[in-house]
Structures are given as structure tokens and as C-alpha cells.
């Protein structure tokens, strides 16, 4: 019997007894790497800052700020599989005061480019959208219009980390 596939179980059967029997096969990494050859070169806080604010100004120029953008070993990959979003109110000084974070699992420091911007475009979507409903996905749609496709193809990478415990390199 195969173990379910926590990532991949609210997508259609037919869909997962294909991941199922790429693992069967050992083939899952390959053909992930076979569509996702270019790694990202973004290594540490400054660079996903950067790379972040970039997106942010590009399509949400309206947004508030950010104060914080890291990568982060204390994400729970389970719960929070495309990063974290944080949203602090406090009053300060008799002044609401809000500050905005987005914090991207250390694991996706060594992935392929589209799975970074993906993430990074999910996080970026709840500074307008708090939940995950319509006009959220079609904001993510909008600033990565194969959006749904690379979301897949990141669960799929989970699933292959989750049964072969391997590290995703390019070869």
C-alpha cells in the first residue's frame, strides 16, 4: 500500500496515482528536474529582500511596506508549506501602528526559481487578500500567470522530499 500524499490530497486521484507511481518508479525527481532546471541564486536575507521588494514594487506598488523579509528554519513545512505572511498591529503612541513580514522556509533556499517566485507571489497576494478565496488567486494569477502549475509542481517537490528524503539539486 502507498502512503498518502499529505501535499497533494485535494488534487484529483488521477493526478496523484501519477506522482504515485513516478515515486514507485524513482522518477519523480527526474522529471521534476526536467521541468525546473534553472535554480535561483537568492542565498540569504538581503538577496530574498531584495528579490521581494522587487515583485512587491513591480505589481503592488500601493501596498504598505515591509518590514521584515527572511528566510526561516522555524517554519513548520507541514502547516505553512509556501512560507509565512505576519500582519502586527499595535497602537504606539496613541497611533495605530501595522508592520508586514514575509518569511519563506529555509528549505526553498535551494530550489528552482519558479518555486521561489511562487512562493514569494503567494505571501505577496495576502498583503491584500487575507484569505484564500477568488480575487487571492487571481492576484497571484496576475503577477505569475502560470501560477496554479508551479503550486502543483512545489507540493509535488514536497511529496518527493517527504518519500525520498533527498535534497532537490540540479543535475
Known amino acids: 500500500m502507498t502512503p498518502p500524499l499529505s501535499y497533494l490530497s485535494h488534487y484529483p486521484q488521477h493526478l496523484q496515482t501519477k506522482i504515485q507511481q513516478l515515486l514507485y518508479e524513482d522518477k519523480l525527481g527526474g ?38 523579509v527572511v528566510y526561516d528554519s522555524k517554519i513548520h513545512i507541514v502547516n505553512h508549506a509556501l512560507g509565512l505572511h505576519t500582519y502586527v498591529s499595535r497602537v504606539q503612541g ?8 514575509v518569511r519563506v522556509s529555509t528549505l526553498f533556499k535551494n530550489t528552482p526559481e519558479k518555486f521561489l517566485n511562487m512562493i514569494v507571489v503567494h505571501e505577496l497576494a495576502h498583503l491584500k487578500e487575507k484569505q484564500h478565496n477568488k480575487a487571492f488567486y487571481k492576484l497571484c494569477e496576475h503577477m505569475m500567470p502560470e501560477y496554479h502549475q508551479v503550486e502543483f509542481d512545489v507540493r509535488v517537490y514536497l511529496t518527493e522530499l517527504e518519500h525520498s528524503g533527498q535534497v532537490f539539486t540540479s543535475k
Do not use: A, C, F
Request: charged share 35%; aromatic share 8%.
Open 94 to 101: 496613541g497611533k495605530l501602528k501595522s508592520k508586514n513580514e
Open 31 to 68: 522529471w521534476l528536474r526536467s521541468r525546473y532546471s534553472s535554480m535561483h541564486k537568492v542565498s540569504n536575507d538581503n538577496d530574498l529582500r531584495e528579490y521581494v521588494i522587487s515583485l512587491k514594487n513591480h505589481y503592488m506598488k500601493k501596498t504598505q511596506p515591509l518590514s521584515k
